[in-house]
């Protein structure tokens, strides 16, 4: 038995092995770290879009009718287990209308104060995680706006986040 192998002193081969191993594991580790990131961030934007492009167009409907004949004209917030819900509140905050589907319950509105345009988690009257809008509509007979909130269910959208990491 030689001196080094008493001693236990690693040999210059075994050395570099483990520097290049933990190097490598560090790079995917940092590299999954930023994927990871840069995937949240754009799956949660496309998200805000399509919410964005929903409550627009349901906050234009509301500014031309009632908020009665609006609800009328919305037929796909009037089908039973579907993944869209609407509240509207006055400028109280308090709800003056609620979707069909949502069994008479309001979305709720975010803590704090509202600013023009606010994207937020919420869970949804069907009990499944959602995200929720909240803009201001304008009335057009009075001074005063109300407050509108739009949410979808997230869970496709966190089903496909989940499957792009898997992959």
């Known amino acids: ?24 594991g560090f790079t995917l580790t940092l590299v999954f770290l930023v994927l990871d990131y840069a ?4 799956m949660y934007a496309r998200l805000d879009h399509f919410l964005d492009v929903r409550a627009s167009a349901l906050a234009s409907q509301l500014q031309v009718r009632t908020p009665e004949q609006a609800a009328k004209l919305l037929p796909e917030y009037d089908l039973s287990g579907h993944t869209d ?23 709720r509105l975010p803590e704090g104060p509202l600013g023009r345009l606010r994207h937020y988690d919420l869970f949804l009257p ?17 001074a005063t706006s109300d407050w ?10 966190d089903l496909a986040e989940r499957r792009i990491h898997l992959a």
């Open 1 to 24: 038995m030689s001196l080094s192998e008493v001693r236990g002193d690693w040999s210059i081969r075994r050395r570099l092995v483990w520097q290049l191993t933990l190097a490598m």
């Open 39 to 42: 995937i949240d961030r754009e």
């Open 85 to 107: 819900f609407f509240t509207m509140y006055d400028t109280h905050k308090r709800p003056i209308l609620r979707s069909v589907n949502s069994r008479g319950q309001a979305l």
């Open 126 to 142: 069907d009990g499944h995680p959602g995200r929720a809008i909240v803009l201001r509509v304008p009335r057009a007979e009075a």
């Open 148 to 157: 509108l909130v739009v949410a979808t269910e997230r869970g496709d959208w």
